[in-house]
């Protein structure tokens, strides 16, 4: 049984579209995370929500915005799609002291 | 501000030899280091936590060390296989915070 899972695994999509991608996880861990993995495969914190709050968020456009619905899902809805959008991103989730757990990403290509 | 480096970029050996990878820190008030690995097309899996009280964590044929007051952590694997090759990353967190910063990986070759 998969700890964290994402949906789609890839998504290709044009400009200016406005997409989801679902974050679900199964370890009753309080904090989940969206990170972004750039084409130079550099690793970068989105946001961190504990418990359904925002605790952390970087310098995201506001076209990025997380929705937890509940502890086990963490949702990342982007509005406006843009090329430089195009990225994997990457739930996570886990607690301050213990190792964080990744899904497999989501491949997002905007053309 | 955290910054988390890592050295080589990439390092390519044959089977058998034992090898060190390297990652620095700038930011020592750090809690614990992580270690993970990632193989192309997959997501991070975590191999090593160590806490900011340790100073090695050891897993199977890998062991890491950690050194805070040098801000540097080593991550050590022992007769290396062709399964690992992957690319290797430690993040430290920013401050106190869960904030997690990451180094640019080491990608690792092991030759049959």
């Known amino acids: 049984d998969t700890a964290v899972s994402q949906t789609p695994k890839y998504l290709v999509t044009q400009m200016g579209n406005d997409k989801s991608i679902k974050c679900e996880q199964n370890l009753g861990h309080d904090t989940m995370y969206w990170y972004k993995q750039d084409s130079k495969k550099f690793l970068k914190i989105m946001f961190s929500?504990?418990?359904?709050?925002?605790?952390i968020n970087e310098t995201v456009p506001n076209r990025f915005s997380p929705k937890s619905p509940d502890k086990a899902h963490l949702n990342l809805h982007i509005n406006s799609l843009e090329l430089g959008d195009s990225a994997v991103y990457f739930c996570?989730?886990?607690?301050?002291?213990?190792?964080?757990?990744f899904g497999n990403g989501t491949r997002l290509t905007v053309t | 501000k955290q910054e988390v480096t890592q050295i080589p970029a990439a390092l390519s050996v044959p089977e058998g030899e034992n090898l060190v990878l390297n990652c620095s820190f700038t930011?020592?008030?750090?809690?614990?280091l992580q270690w993970f690995r990632q193989d192309p097309g997959k997501g991070l899996t975590s191999l090593l936590l160590i806490q900011s009280s340790q100073r090695e964590q050891t897993s199977g044929r890998l062991n890491a060390s950690l050194d805070k007051s040098s801000g540097r952590s080593t991550l050590y694997i022992a007769a290396s296989q062709p399964g690992d090759s992957a690319t290797y990353l430690c993040a430290a967190p920013q401050g106190g915070s869960e904030k997690l910063v990451f180094g640019k990986g080491t990608k690792l070759t092991v030759n049959p």
């Open positions: 930011d020592s008030a750090i809690y614990n």
């Open positions: 929500y504990n418990n359904k709050e925002l605790i």
């Open positions: 996570a989730i886990g607690g301050i002291d213990s190792p964080l757990h």
